[in-house]
């Protein structure tokens, strides 16, 4: 026997077969060996059976119904595909509430000057007490912390610029002496107002 | 075999009467009438879509939204379709880009993701369904839980092997032999040459059957049966 039939006579292999099968031609060795058909046979059946068993998978995960949910679902997107876009006005909420009812309105409207209004007096007032208290506390010794604020309001004189000497010279004459032995020595001094008389 | 290429001859002239209809609808701007007649075209192909799509992503949620996708974008560019090339080669080819755009957008977002313990995630392998009560198959007369497990790991078994195809490979595979398609076909839809979808088909099918272990080689038995005459002799 030649090499060459020798080498005619050896079996296929499995990438010969598929060669054979996609191709869709037969080989010469086919018609010779039975071994080899049989074994050829067992590929088709192999390949077939492969391609029966992913059909099988793709059909049990999508059934009449799933596939009737789809095509709903398809008919749906079309739809909104062919439905002019719709512009949406914004921000439309917060005056839709209110807009509906007159009343409603006037009564939001006054509550808000009204908290307006008084939010406004109440901060005046706030900060006008902070300031007194504060004022209090500068000008107060410590010891009259405890004084009410009439008695503060007396110690408290303001300093006038206008304030002469003769002026408080009258000041002093109107008040006399405050200790009973000076009183002798006062009638003897003259009086500031005799002086501004005689002027 | 000529049955069936008439069948599809049928089908695609169906296909063209249609997409010639909806066009002109959607020109006149009687979308009701379009949408009516495109519902036509949905039904034809809905199944075959789901079975690509559903190859493709091994999702059955992804694969809804991917055919919904894809019909929908076929609608809105219907007016651009150009007549010549049947509506089914169009529309894969459409069908097939979503699906690719899809699991690039899943692989990106996967990468940012902690894998969970129990989930083996979409893509490679989970082939899985959702299991149902196995009462409720039984009383319905449905495969016995043996029968459905093997079903199931069979079915696992099948999706990891095709999760391992090249990405052209698996796309010629599924069109030519899950979906009976021929070379000129496949070509057609892929954009890929009649013989570069051959040299593609031949090489999906020898790595699955190398993957899914129905090869047996013929010197591998050849020395098994050497083996087994020593022994005996």
């Known amino acids: 026997m030649s090499l060459l039939e020798r080498f005619g006579r050896r079996h296929l292999h499995d990438r010969q077969f598929a060669r054979i099968w996609t191709t869709g031609g037969g080989h010469p060795h086919l018609e010779q060996c039975a071994a080899c058909r049989v074994r050829f046979d067992d590929f088709d059946r192999w390949a077939v059976e492969l391609g029966e068993q992913m059909r099988d998978e793709a059909d049990a995960a999508f059934t009449p119904d799933r596939l009737a949910v789809q095509q709903a679902h398809i008919a749906h997107r079309l739809e909104t595909l062919d439905r002019p876009t719709r512009v949406i006005a914004f921000p439309k909420a917060a005056r839709a509430v209110i807009s509906g009812h007159s009343h409603v309105r006037r009564w939001v409207t006054v509550a808000a000057a009204a908290s307006l209004i008084a939010g406004f007096g109440l901060g005046q007032v706030v900060d006008l007490k902070r300031t007194l208290d504060r004022d209090g506390s500068a000008a107060a010794p410590r010891h009259f912390t405890t004084a009410t604020t009439a008695q503060r309001a007396n110690a408290i004189r303001p300093v006038s610029t206008s304030y002469n000497d003769e002026e408080f010279l009258m000041d002093a004459e109107a008040i006399g002496p405050r200790v009973k032995e000076l009183r002798a020595l006062d009638d003897l001094t003259p009086r500031a107002r005799d002086l501004i008389a005689r002027k | ?233």
């Open chain 2, 1 to 233: 075999m000529s049955g069936t290429s008439a069948a599809s001859a049928a089908v695609r002239e169906a296909d063209a009467t249609a997409a010639s209809a909806v066009k002109a609808f959607q020109a006149a701007g009687r979308h009701a009438e379009a949408r009516e007649r495109y519902a036509e075209l949905v039904s034809r192909h809905q199944r075959r879509a789901s079975r690509i799509a559903y190859h493709y992503l091994r999702d059955a949620a992804d694969t809804d939204e991917a055919v919904q996708d894809a019909f929908v974008k076929a609608y809105a560019h219907l007016p651009s379709f150009r007549e010549e090339l049947p509506f089914e080669v169009w529309f894969t080819r459409i069908l097939i880009n979503g699906c690719l755009d899809r699991i690039k957008a899943r692989t990106r977002r996967e990468r940012w993701l902690v894998p969970m313990g129990g989930r083996g995630g979409h893509g490679a392998g989970d082939g899985a369904q959702p299991q149902s009560d196995p009462s409720e198959r039984m009383a319905s007369g449905g495969p016995s839980p043996e029968d459905a497990l093997l079903t199931r790991e069979r079915r696992r078994e099948i999706a990891t092997a095709l999760a391992k195809l090249p990405e052209r490979q698996r796309a010629v595979f599924v069109l030519s032999h899950v979906e009976g398609c021929t070379s000129r076909e496949v070509s057609a839809l892929t954009g890929l040459n009649e013989s570069t979808v051959r040299v593609h088909l031949f090489r999906a099918i020898r790595k699955l059957r190398t993957l899914l272990g129905g090869e047996a080689a013929p010197a591998a038995e050849e020395q098994r049966a050497k083996g087994k005459r020593r022994v005996t002799s």
